[in-house]
Every structure is written in structure tokens, then in C-alpha cells.
T-cell receptor
Framework: AQSVTQLDSQVPVFEEAPVELRCNYS??????LFWYVQYPNQGLQLLLK??????LVKGINGFEAEFNKSQTSFHLRKPSVHISDTAEYFC?????????????FGKGTKLTVNP | NAGVTQTPKFRVLKTGQSMTLLCAQD?????MYWYRQDPGMGLRLIHY???????AKGEVPDGYNVSRLKKQNFLLGLESAAPSQTSVYFC???????????FGEGSWLTVV
């Protein structure tokens, strides 16, 4: 079964600093990869996804992620964060053959952007 | 521009009581899901449906039942609530398998 490890449960950064949120997954076969963001007291919103093609994926709000098959990683990056980026971020993986019901979420990384 | 709507948003139950959470989506999606979110646990799939009239168990189905009588609605029932079911519940939907999953805003349930 697939599993996802988000290596940091909390990441504090200062405004305008760069940030990287790390995500590793277990499978070595083809995968679909996702990053979702959850603002306080809200549902999850899709930030970006990798299904195939270019390994560098750009998403909303200036975020991007790079799929690295050899390292089974899908780290999320932003070159300069804003206070409004404070939220919890979830990495998720699914098997292209297995369906959305097989989507497995990591435990989340809480990003806190301080002034 | 409703998307996925959940009701109620907040509920407090006594142990042993029953209740139903309602999820409605207006995107004509085939797939619908119920997740629960607990601190430090991420999201775990309770039940899901791949179309009207179908349901299937997810990762943590015990203590819950679901029904999908209409394509746009997916109901989650707790027959006899337990304190371990205190959680935030999210409904979600997707057009097909592998497509983007859209989430509702959550239902906060406390069982005392």
C-alpha cells in the first residue's frame, strides 16, 4: 500500500523568506501526486498536481513542486512567502490504476509565516 | 458557485445518539467521499461512492454507514455515536477516478 511521509510537522518562517515543505512517498511505480492547502477552519484546496510530463509543476499562489522519481519525493517550494500562506499543507499520492479512493494523505505540515 | 456543501457545520452529540451528515455537490460528479481529520493523522477515508446507488468502505469504516440515493447527495450516518468519533468530517467529490478531488468546508462533530 502507498504511504506518504511529510518530514516536518511544523515549519515556521519569516515573511518573504523561501520555504520548502518536504514530502516522500513509498511507491516506486508510477504515481499521481498532489499538494493540498487547508486554511484555518476551511476545507482542502488543490495547490498543484503531478500526473505525468514535466517534473516541475507550478500551482496556485506562486507554489511549485518537483517530482523526483529516483528519490520518491515531491517537495513543495515557494521563493518568497506571505503572511497569508499560513496554513496546513497536505501531500497526497495515488496509484493511477487504483483510483481516487486510493488517495493517501500525509499527516500535514503546518506552515506559520511570521512578520 | 456552491461546489460541495456539508450540513450541519457544527454538532454536539451525546454518546449513543445517532445523526446524519449531509453532503451535496452541484458539479455532477460521479465520485463522492467522506473523510475524517484528526490532529496529526491527516485525512482518512471512511466510505466512498463511485456512482449513484453504490457505496464502498474506506480505511476507517467502522461505526459509520453511508447512502447515495441521488447522484448529488452522499449521506454519512452515525448509528450510535462514541467519543472516538469526535472529529472533523469532510465530504469531497471528483468527476472520475484520478481527477482533482474537491472538498467541502467540514463538519465539526463532538461526542460527549
Amino acid at each position: 500500500a502507498q504511504s506518504v511521509t511529510q518530514l516536518d510537522s511544523q515549519v515556521p518562517v519569516f515573511e518573504e523568506a523561501p520555504v520548502e515543505l518536504r514530502c516522500n512517498y513509498s511507491s516506486s511505480v508510477s504515481v499521481y501526486l498532489f499538494w493540498y492547502v487547508q486554511y484555518p477552519n476551511q476545507g482542502l484546496q488543490l495547490l498543484l498536481k503531478y500526473l505525468s510530463g514535466s517534473t516541475l509543476v507550478k500551482g496556485i499562489n506562486g507554489f511549485e513542486a518537483e517530482f523526483n522519481k529516483s528519490q520518491t519525493s515531491f517537495h513543495l517550494r515557494k521563493p518568497s512567502v506571505h503572511i497569508s500562506d499560513t496554513a496546513e499543507y497536505f501531500c497526497a499520492v495515488s496509484d493511477p490504476q487504483g483510483g481516487s479512493e486510493k488517495l493517501v494523505f500525509g499527516k500535514g505540515t503546518k506552515l506559520t509565516v511570521n512578520p | 458557485n456552491a461546489g460541495v456543501t456539508q450540513t450541519p457545520k457544527f454538532r454536539v452529540l451525546k454518546t449513543g445518539q445517532s445523526m446524519t451528515l449531509l453532503c451535496a455537490q452541484d458539479m455532477n460528479h460521479e465520485y463522492m467521499y467522506w473523510y475524517r481529520q484528526d490532529p496529526g493523522m491527516g485525512l482518512r477515508l471512511i466510505h466512498y461512492s463511485v456512482g449513484e446507488g453504490t457505496t464502498a468502505k474506506g480505511e476507517v469504516p467502522d461505526g459509520y454507514n453511508v447512502s447515495r440515493l441521488k447522484k448529488q447527495n452522499f449521506l454519512l450516518g452515525l448509528e450510535s455515536a462514541a467519543p472516538s468519533q469526535t472529529s472533523v468530517y469532510f465530504c469531497a467529490s471528483s468527476q472520475t477516478s484520478g481527477n482533482t478531488i474537491y472538498f467541502g468546508e467540514g463538519s465539526w462533530l463532538t461526542v460527549v
